[in-house]
């Protein structure tokens, strides 16, 4: 397990909550996870094996992982144990990506990126790209062309904004 410890701001304390888990899933400290069947479970959860080719099966990962991300991982667990992992639902957060090949912009969006073996495509639980078709966050920075991490806020699937009355 890669324990990196990924959030730079927190909005409040509320923005983390507790999720239970399974007992088969591995979860580190900053991985990115989705939700399914009421549980924490990592992004790798994801996969894909669709016949059209590599480039449909990581739209297919991406777009599994959109529509279930919950957060980024605070709390750690082995797969031998189904403890509660506390999730931060909202941060902004330094994440791995492959070597930019062009300058990002503060807004543009990212996605998960995917790692496929010419069979099944799998979501990466600790790394993005930029990418505006199935986000799961937005730069909050600039990011120069062969930049190895973002700077990204992310806003997880199940979090309450309150109205702000004017």
Same mark, same amino acid.
């Given at each position: 397990? !890669?324990?990196?410890?990924?959030? /730079?701001?927190?909005?409040?304390?509320?923005?983390?909550?507790?999720?239970?888990?399974?007992?088969?899933?591995?979860?580190?400290?900053?991985?990115?996870?989705?939700?399914?069947?009421?549980?924490?479970?990592?992004?790798?959860?994801?996969?894909? !094996?669709?016949?059209?080719?590599?480039?449909?099966?990581?739209?297919?990962?991406?777009?599994?992982?959109?529509?279930?991300?919950?957060?980024?991982?605070?709390?750690?667990?082995?797969?031998?144990?189904?403890?509660?992992? /506390?999730?931060?639902?909202?941060?902004?957060?330094?994440?791995?990506?492959?070597?930019?090949?062009?300058?990002?912009?503060?807004?543009?969006?990212?996605?998960?990126?995917?790692?496929?073996?010419?069979?099944?495509?799998?979501?990466?639980?600790?790394?993005?790209?930029?990418? !505006?078709?199935?986000?799961?966050?937005?730069?909050?920075?600039?990011?120069?062309?062969?930049?190895?991490?973002?700077?990204?806020?992310?806003?997880?699937?199940?979090?309450?904004?309150p109205v702000v009355a004017d």
């Open positions: 397990m !890669a324990h990196i410890h990924r959030l /730079r701001k927190d909005f409040a304390p509320y923005e983390q909550i507790m999720y239970p888990t399974t007992g088969t899933d591995v979860i580190s400290v900053g991985d990115i996870l989705v939700v399914a069947s009421n549980k924490a479970r990592p992004a790798s959860f994801v996969t894909d !094996a669709d016949i059209g080719g590599a480039p449909t099966r990581l739209t297919n990962v991406q777009d599994g992982v959109a529509d279930a991300f919950i957060g980024v991982a605070m709390s750690s667990k082995p797969a031998t144990a189904t403890p509660d992992v /506390r999730v931060a639902v909202r941060g902004v957060f330094e994440l791995s990506c492959a070597a930019l090949q062009s300058a990002a912009h503060v807004g543009d969006g990212v996605e998960i990126t995917g790692s496929d073996d010419a069979t099944t495509c799998t979501a990466v639980p600790s790394v993005v790209s930029v990418g !505006a078709t199935n986000k799961i966050g937005k730069l909050v920075k600039e990011a120069a062309a062969s930049d190895t991490t973002l700077m990204v806020e992310m806003l997880g699937l199940h979090v309450k904004i």
